[in-house]
């Protein structure tokens, strides 16, 4: 496949994931709201309570997927078929030792964790424990379905994952509403529907997968080299994993101890904020890392870094259209979903959304590009360790009587530091040129901004009428940015992409 089609397809992948991620942020959303609506705040609590234990296992699920991605797309860019039917059928019996050892842990210490230290009102211990179960059950099918899902997204089949995306938000919002009806327990029910949902999912994506891809037909696959050459990969990830685990919860509990559950709330609201764009960045991601490992694994390093180059320029603009309307309006948005807004949780949001914007401008590409080398050791070292900064600086600042607001200003400090780290680990080993990178993207990228953002920022310092402020800030961002974003920001085949998709799309 040439250069030229790689880029079609992804640029159309990008558009499929893009216009997935909104629609199921949005349901997601709505959906969130219907099922606290159902439960009532306490259960609701305790349902985020009781999947938050898993959470502290989910690491190593995702380093063993990362692991499994790094190893699969390889062996598919190098075109090795048979390596390639090994490396899945591994991958699938590596899985398997996982999915135990989340069990034995989730059945040990985390059923301890639960019932002795979790804080959940004594007569809704025995369907929190009802509700734990098939939490880990669904931890365990999920860490299962992973080689399948690294096929898909491998194979680039992201027109498969949009739309099964789309489908999965679809059930979860019925289940939202099947609630209203719930013959039993609400709590109870819940938890069965959500995991009645995520086997159907997990059917369909082994269906597809057995039927496009013949290297996904799981025949027993031994070796100790490959098999140890794998682990040490994912060891080295789910170091990276436990230190962003423990960043946050620590940051959590600090926020506790010195500003108490109001600053916990409005920790919550942030995070689920970020976690929200962070799902459309890493969907916008997947679009490109595929093409990433595989040029790496064809020695196509030019490549390799074109791809850098226009996966820091794309980013830039779609997470711009959505994020910068929201931050200047981040009052009107929170009251609007949540109507009662925790002190703090604005700013917070705000912050932490800026910070996200360019981190992934910056750096969004490099960490995957690194790990395509696979020589991430000293990497995942350094990055752990500026990550677990979060939690000293939060600390220091709190002892020092700073006010909650340190928290995502800390994140900033600690990000730029691992920006600067993501980039001289990237010069050194794929080669990338940081004044290329300067020069190629981020210069059409400030004149975006300079041009789109002084605007709507002088109306969010003098319009204080929300609604006002809401059309006012978004009518003119969009005025300024879109065209900006067409003419300055978009490479002359990617303008042709555009305009037959909305022809296309017009037509009908």
Same mark, same amino acid.
């Given at each position: 496949?040439?250069?030229?089609?790689?880029?079609?397809?992804?640029?159309?992948?990008?558009?499929?994931?893009?216009?997935?991620?909104?629609?199921?942020?949005? $349901?997601?959303?709505?959906?969130?709201?219907?099922?606290?609506?159902?439960?009532?705040? &306490?259960?609701?609590?305790?349902?985020?309570?009781?999947?938050?234990?898993?959470?502290?296992?989910?690491?190593?699920?995702?380093?063993?997927?990362?692991?499994?991605?790094?190893?699969?797309?390889?062996?598919?860019?190098?075109?090795?078929?048979?390596?390639?039917?090994?490396?899945?059928?591994?991958?699938?019996?590596?899985?398997?030792?996982?999915?135990?050892?989340?069990?034995?842990?989730?059945?040990?210490?985390?059923?301890?964790?639960?019932?002795?230290?979790?804080?959940?009102?004594?007569?809704?211990?025995?369907?929190?424990?009802?509700?734990?179960?098939?939490?880990?059950?669904?931890?365990?099918?999920?860490?299962?379905?992973?080689?399948?899902?690294?096929?898909?997204?491998?194979?680039?089949?992201?027109?498969?994952?949009?739309?099964?995306?789309?489908?999965?938000?679809?059930?979860?919002?019925?289940?939202?509403?099947?609630?209203?009806?719930?013959?039993?327990?609400?709590?109870?029910?819940?938890?069965?529907? +959500?995991?009645?949902?995520?086997?159907?999912?997990?059917?369909?994506?082994?269906?597809?997968?057995?039927?496009?891809?013949?290297?996904?037909?799981?025949?027993?696959?031994?070796?100790?080299?490959?098999?140890?050459?794998?682990?040490?990969?994912?060891?080295?990830?789910?170091?990276?994993?436990?230190?962003?685990?423990?960043?946050?919860?620590?940051?959590?509990?600090?926020?506790?101890?010195?500003?108490?559950?109001?600053?916990?709330?409005?920790?919550?609201?942030?995070?689920?904020?970020?976690?929200?764009?962070?799902?459309?960045?890493?969907?916008?991601?997947?679009?490109?890392?595929?093409?990433?490992?595989?040029?790496?694994?064809?020695?196509?390093?030019? !490549?390799?870094?074109?791809?850098?180059?226009?996966?820091?320029?794309?980013?830039?603009? +779609?997470?711009?259209?959505?994020?910068?309307?929201?931050?200047?309006?981040?009052?009107? $948005?929170?009251?609007?979903?949540?109507?009662?807004?925790?002190?703090?949780?604005?700013?917070?949001?705000?912050?932490?959304?800026?910070?996200?914007?360019?981190?992934?401008?910056?750096?969004?590409?490099?960490?995957?590009?690194?790990?395509?080398?696979?020589?991430?050791?000293?990497?995942?070292?350094?990055? &752990?360790?500026?990550?677990?900064?979060?939690?000293?600086?939060?600390?220091?600042?709190?002892?020092?009587?700073?006010?909650?607001?340190? $928290?995502?200003?800390?994140?900033?400090?600690?990000?730029?530091?691992?920006?600067?780290?993501?980039?001289?680990?990237?010069?050194?080993?794929?080669?990338?040129?940081?004044?290329?990178?300067?020069?190629?993207?981020?210069?059409?990228?400030?004149?975006?901004?300079?041009?789109?953002?002084?605007?709507?920022?002088?109306?969010?310092?003098?319009?204080?009428?929300?609604?006002?402020?809401?059309?006012?800030?978004?009518? &003119?961002?969009?005025?300024?940015?879109?065209?900006?974003? !067409?003419?300055?920001?978009?490479?002359?085949?990617?303008?042709?992409?555009?305009?037959?998709?909305?022809? &296309?799309?017009?037509?009908?």
């Amino acid at each position: 496949m040439t250069p030229s089609e790689n880029n079609r397809r992804i640029a159309k992948n990008t558009l499929f994931l893009y216009f997935r991620s909104i629609l199921t942020l949005g $349901v997601g959303l709505y959906t969130s709201r219907e099922v606290l609506a159902q439960l009532g705040v &306490s259960d609701f609590g305790v349902y985020n309570v009781v999947g938050g234990v898993i959470v502290l296992f989910s690491f190593i699920q995702n380093a063993m997927g990362s692991a499994t991605s790094r190893f699969f797309t390889f062996d598919l860019g190098k075109g090795d078929f048979e390596q390639l039917k090994k490396t899945f059928s591994l991958s699938v019996i590596i899985h398997i030792f996982t999915a135990l050892l989340i069990l034995i842990l989730g059945e040990t210490a985390g059923l301890w964790f639960l019932n002795t230290r979790l804080v959940i009102p004594t007569e809704r211990m025995e369907a929190a424990n009802f509700v734990y179960q098939f939490t880990i059950f669904t931890a365990c099918v999920g860490i299962l379905q992973v080689p399948y899902m690294v096929a898909i997204t491998a194979h680039e089949r992201m027109k498969v994952f949009a739309y099964a995306g789309i489908a999965d938000a679809v059930f979860k919002l019925s289940v939202a509403i099947a609630l209203g009806f719930a013959p039993f327990d609400k709590l109870k029910f819940y938890s069965i529907l +959500l995991f009645g949902v995520y086997i159907v999912m997990v059917v369909f994506y082994r269906i597809y997968c057995y039927k496009n891809f013949s290297e996904t037909h799981f025949k027993w696959f031994w070796d100790k080299k490959m098999f140890l050459e794998r682990m040490g990969f994912g060891g080295w990830t789910t170091l990276g994993g436990i230190s962003v685990v423990a960043a946050l919860q620590g940051v959590n509990m600090l926020l506790n101890v010195f500003h108490g559950v109001i600053a916990n709330a409005a920790y919550g609201i942030m995070t689920q904020v970020n976690n929200a764009v962070t799902q459309l960045s890493s969907n916008l991601m997947a679009a490109f890392n595929p093409q990433v490992i595989k040029s790496y694994a064809k020695n196509d390093i030019e !490549y390799l870094h074109s791809l850098i180059f226009r996966f820091s320029r794309i980013s830039f603009l +779609l997470l711009s259209l959505f994020i910068v309307p929201i931050v200047l309006n981040m009052d009107f $948005v929170l009251h609007l979903w949540l109507k009662e807004v925790p002190d703090f949780a604005v700013v917070f949001c705000q912050i932490r959304l800026i910070d996200h914007l360019f981190a992934y401008t910056l750096s969004g590409l490099l960490a995957p590009a690194i790990s395509a080398s696979g020589k991430i050791k000293y990497f995942t070292i350094l990055d &752990s360790i500026l990550v677990l900064m979060n939690f000293v600086l939060c600390y220091i600042f709190f002892q020092l009587g700073f006010s909650p607001v340190a $928290v995502p200003i800390v994140y900033i400090i600690t990000n730029i530091a691992r920006i600067i780290a993501i980039n001289l680990f990237a010069k050194r080993l794929i080669h990338l040129s940081i004044r290329n990178f300067c020069k190629k993207t981020l210069s059409c990228l400030f004149i975006i901004a300079l041009i789109s953002f002084p605007l709507p920022a002088w109306l969010y310092f003098n319009i204080n009428n929300s609604i006002n402020l809401f059309f006012a800030s978004t009518l &003119s961002f969009l005025f300024l940015f879109l065209p900006s974003a !067409y003419f300055l920001g978009l490479a002359n085949n990617e303008r042709i992409l555009l305009k037959d998709k909305i022809k &296309s799309l017009t037509a009908k």
